[in-house]
């Protein structure tokens, strides 16, 4: 039955399914688009609140410095201790139930360290410069200097590192799911859909294939944004152009 199912391919006389069926009769063209915007939610939220989060917590912890920073940084080399990948799953098994909604919420609490890291670096290389200082002299608070000068100056590397950052979130939820830890059987995701295809891939190798060229063509297409974009934002490569 299932071998009659997946012969349901392109049919010059009846187009029906162009890129073929899956196991149960579900066409791999519908299911590859509708696994397209569950993917692309996961992975934009989880940069969005890692993003957010590693921000804040980044920024205090390079102003202030002192106890807080110290924290902050232990905090951090915890969480690059372990591979990320392995936190991730640990997270999850932690959270009881396997869904895309709990690797979302495991990818979030592993990659704000990220962020954190960052714009820590960059609020401590602008802290001391002239304009802070000129913000001081005229009594501005620590936190409208944070606010209105220091954090709109660490923008730019953060762009970079959050569209950078949303391929790799996006090959790691498939990686989660490809190996058990997303959604149920059926439901359309990448990786599931590769993890469901491998054991048909001899003889309907595009069950597996497709997805993973989606995966591969997202995080790439990604991957080159970030690249066009820091190039754009890099005032000594637009002097050279």
């Known amino acids: 039955?299932?071998?009659?199912?997946?012969?349901?391919?392109?049919?010059?006389?009846?187009?029906?399914?162009?890129?073929?069926?899956?196991?149960?009769?579900?066409?791999?063209?519908?299911?590859?688009?509708?696994?397209?915007?569950?993917?692309?939610?996961?992975?934009?939220?989880?940069?969005?609140?890692?993003?957010?989060?590693?921000?804040?917590?980044?920024?205090?912890?390079?102003?202030?410095?002192?106890?807080?920073?110290?924290?902050?940084?232990?905090?951090?080399?915890?969480?690059?201790?372990?591979?990320?990948?392995?936190?991730?799953?640990?997270?999850?098994?932690?959270?009881?139930?396997?869904?895309?909604?709990?690797?979302a919420y495991a990818l979030m609490i592993t990659w704000w360290p990220t962020y954190a890291r960052l714009v820590r670096g960059q609020v401590l290389s602008e802290r001391e410069k002239l304009y802070v200082e000129a913000a001081r002299s005229v009594g501005a608070s620590d936190t409208r200097i944070l606010v209105s000068h220091i954090i709109p100056n660490t923008v730019q590397p953060l762009i970079v590192q959050a569209t950078m950052d949303t391929g790799g979130v996006l090959l790691t939820a498939a990686g989660l799911s490809f190996i058990g830890f997303g959604s149920a059987a059926g439901t359309a995701e990448w990786g599931l859909m590769i993890s469901t295809g491998q054991y048909y891939l001899l003889n309907y190798p595009w069950m597996a294939m497709i997805p993973g060229l989606a995966i591969l063509f997202a995080a790439l297409a990604f991957n080159l944004v970030g690249d066009g974009i820091r190039d754009i934002m890099d005032p000594k490569i637009r002097r050279r152009g």
């Open 1 to 103: 039955m299932v071998e009659m199912i997946l012969n349901l391919k392109y049919n010059q006389y009846y187009p029906i399914h162009y890129w073929g069926t899956d196991e149960s009769g579900g066409d791999m063209f519908s299911r590859i688009i509708w696994a397209a915007g569950v993917d692309l939610r996961v992975s934009l939220s989880v940069v969005f609140v890692a993003l957010a989060s590693g921000a804040v917590i980044g920024a205090a912890s390079g102003y202030f410095g002192g106890a807080l920073d110290e924290i902050v940084m232990r905090i951090t080399d915890i969480f690059f201790a372990f591979p990320g990948l392995i936190l991730a799953m640990a997270i999850v098994m932690a959270l009881g139930t396997r869904n895309l909604d709990n690797i």
